[in-house]
T-cell receptor, first 113, second 111 residues
Framework: NAGVTQTPKFQVLKTGQSMTLQCAQD?????MSWYRQDPGMGLRLIHY???????DQGEVPNGYNVSRSTTEDFPLRLLSAAPSQTSVYFC????????????FGSGTQLSVL | QQQVKQSPQSLIVQKGGISIINCAYE??????FPWYQQFPGKGPALLIA???DVSEKKEGRFTISFNKSAKQFSLHIMDSQPGDSATYFC??????????WGAGTKLIIKP
């Protein structure tokens, strides 16, 4: 049982480049979400999904795009990377379409130069 | 009204002592208050959570104390161990709306 798997673990981008952070879970969780973690700021919700085909914006959605075509996968796309997007990104999932008892991946450390 | 304020930012406790981390919120509609534990290089993991219908919840050495009138809740770690050294986050949410997170407390337990 792998839980929540994020790839890659580390990534360096140049300003303006685009990329996709991958997230997959094998727990059949309906709720999936993306957070960014910055020092001294806790975690901030970027986008979330309560099921396949359903996505919604969180607190800081600008510059990011998501889709949910399957229950298992929830990729996060950076459309045109900016230095302000340098952060650690976490994908999280939970059972039953709620944000209670979140299971987190190990994170992706992203640097935008 | 959406903020959750967490203190202290960092905390050093001797092995065997009690670690106490505090959080305060403003939105009285919040009805779910979890604590997450995060080790370096890992994602946060749910430690314990409480709803406002009880004033205290205990799981092993970890206890949440909840004061609805003061809009505060705290995490107590009894008999703190070096393995408890981690960053702890409090959070709050209202009826499955998004979690609002505190800024985190880095806890170091000295052997």
């Amino acid at each position: 049982n792998a839980g929540v798997t994020q790839t890659p673990k580390f990534q360096v981008l140049k300003t303006g480049q685009s990329m996709t952070l991958q997230c997959a879970q094998d727990m059949n969780h309906e709720y999936m979400s993306w957070y960014r973690q910055d020092p001294g700021m806790g975690l901030r919700l970027i986008h979330y999904s309560v099921g396949a085909g359903i996505t919604d914006q969180g607190e800081v959605p600008n510059g990011y795009n998501v889709s949910r075509s399957t229950t298992e996968d929830f990729p996060l796309r950076l459309l045109s990377a900016a230095p302000s997007q340098t952060s650690v990104y976490f994908c999280a999932s939970s059972y039953g379409g709620t944000n209670e008892k979140l299971f987190f991946g190990s994170g992706t450390q992203l640097s935008v130069l | 009204q959406q903020q959750v304020k967490q203190s202290p930012q960092s905390l050093i406790v001797q092995k065997g002592g009690i670690s106490i981390i505090n959080c305060a919120y403003e939105n009285t509609a919040f009805d779910y208050f979890p604590w997450y534990q995060q080790f370096p290089g890992k994602g946060p993991a749910l430690l314990i959570a409480i709803r406002p219908d009880v004033s205290e919840k205990k799981e092993g050495r970890f206890t949440i104390s909840f004061n609805k009138s003061a809009k505060q809740f705290s995490l107590h770690i009894m008999d703190s161990q070096p393995g408890d050294s981690a960053t702890y986050f409090c959070a709050a949410s209202r009826s499955n709306y998004q979690l609002i997170w505190g800024a985190g407390t880095k806890l170091i337990i000295k052997p």
